[in-house]
């Protein structure tokens, strides 16, 4: 129930690269999904990308699909997203949480299965 703390975000020129990492619980019991959610001035927040390492599963949006990676680095307790090939359009708060549930699909980003939310750290991105 402890909020989450997301790091890495930054102001960077399109095209360059950010990491963002989020400090996990350490033992996080039986949470599936983990995932990315963003929000950008305006407008709604959307979830981004999610992974269920239990299963080998990953989900992307379509507009991050090729440029965007999420993983758990266990050895360091932390969910990270790797955001390669960055445009002005990722500008955003980026947001981790956790869930106990994991849907699977695209519904893996139902932000209404995730209870943990970290602040935030935002992200823009120059043209």
């Known amino acids: 129930q402890v909020r989450l703390v997301e790091s890495g975000g930054g102001t960077v020129q399109a095209g360059r690269s950010l990491n963002l990492s989020c400090v996990l619980p350490l033992y996080i019991g039986q949470i599936n999904c983990m995932g990315w959610f963003r929000q950008s001035s305006g407008k709604e927040r959307e979830g981004v990308a999610a992974i269920y390492p239990g299963a080998g599963f990953e989900y992307y949006i379509d507009s991050v699909k090729g440029r965007f990676t999420i993983s758990q680095d266990k050895a360091k307790n932390t969910l990270r997203l790797q955001m390669n090939s960055l445009k002005p359009e990722d500008t955003a708060m980026y947001y981790c949480?956790?869930?106990?549930?994991?849907?699977?699909?695209?519904?893996?980003?139902?932000?209404?299965?995730?209870?943990?939310w970290g602040q935030g750290t935002q992200v823009t991105v120059s043209s």
């Open positions: 949480a956790l869930s106990r549930y994991c849907a699977n699909g695209r519904y893996a980003l139902d932000q209404t299965q995730y209870s943990s």
